[in-house]
């Protein structure tokens, strides 16, 4: 049972323009929530993170949206770099248990 | 200097055989955490330990075992590999506590199972 979804396994983007990543989560219990960044030979890195109690994080060009009744998360990169190129992977976790549950990854390319 | 190391970084091997997968942390964490990743599955959760003497099973621990050295090491062994057991494979560290939700993650394991 898969309780964090991203549905797409691939985007292609034009440099300049906004790039948006889009996760779905089953677990209303999930309280926190974090998009990591991967790129080829390297472990995930932390990119930006959003409360349940929030419904907007914002870290520069990285924007984080939470729709709770939806159940729907979304990354917004603005504007959209080469350097952005990698596999951005959604996690959800409920504070205390401290067990990140993650999507399955959305390939983010970035053409010049 | 990297914060959470792995070794090997690559390594093939045959089915039947035992593996040791090896983390090593600096960052002076209690809390570490073995995962897998698969194309198109992720991230899944194979063991963590929480600290020392705590080692919990996550989703995926059949055919897994690990040893939680001391507070810096966290070993994954496969007793006897198999060919589906060919992945990638990340530690991974936390402080513990609530609100320290981010997980810092080392460069990954390659696993080739023959």
């Known amino acids: 049972d898969q309780q964090v979804k991203q549905n797409s396994p691939s985007l292609s983007v034009q440099e300049g323009r906004i790039s948006i990543l889009n996760c779905d989560y089953t677990n209303s219990m999930f309280d926190y929530f974090l998009w990591y960044k991967k790129y080829p030979a390297e472990g995930p890195t932390f990119l930006i993170s959003?409360?349940?109690?929030?419904d907007k994080n914002e870290d520069g060009r990285f924007t984080v949206f939470l729709n709770k009744s939806a159940k729907h998360l979304s990354l917004h990169i603005v504007p959209s770099q080469p350097g952005d190129s990698a596999v951005y992977f959604c996690?959800?976790?409920?504070?205390?248990?401290?067990?990140?549950?993650f999507g399955q990854g959305t390939r983010l390319t970035i053409n010049p | 200097d990297a914060d959470v190391t792995q070794t090997p970084r690559n390594r093939i091997t045959k089915t039947g055989k035992r593996i040791m997968l090896e983390c090593s942390q600096t960052k002076g964490h209690d809390r570490m955490y073995w995962y897998r990743q698969d194309p198109g599955l992720g991230l899944r959760l194979i063991y963590y330990?929480?600290?020392?003497?705590?080692?919990n099973k996550g989703e995926i621990s059949d055919g897994y075992s690990v040893s939680r050295q001391a507070q810096a090491k966290f070993s994954l062994s496969l007793e006897s590999a198999i060919p589906n057991q060919t992945a990638l494979y990340f530690c991974?560290?936390?402080?513990?506590?609530?609100?320290?939700?981010?997980?810092?993650f080392g460069p990954g394991t390659r696993l080739t199972v023959l």
């Open positions: 991974a560290t936390s402080l513990a506590g609530v609100g320290y939700n981010e997980q810092f």
């Open positions: 959003i409360s349940s109690i929030k």
């Open positions: 330990s929480f600290d020392v003497k705590d080692i």
């Open positions: 996690a959800a976790i409920i504070q205390g248990a401290q067990k990140l549950v």
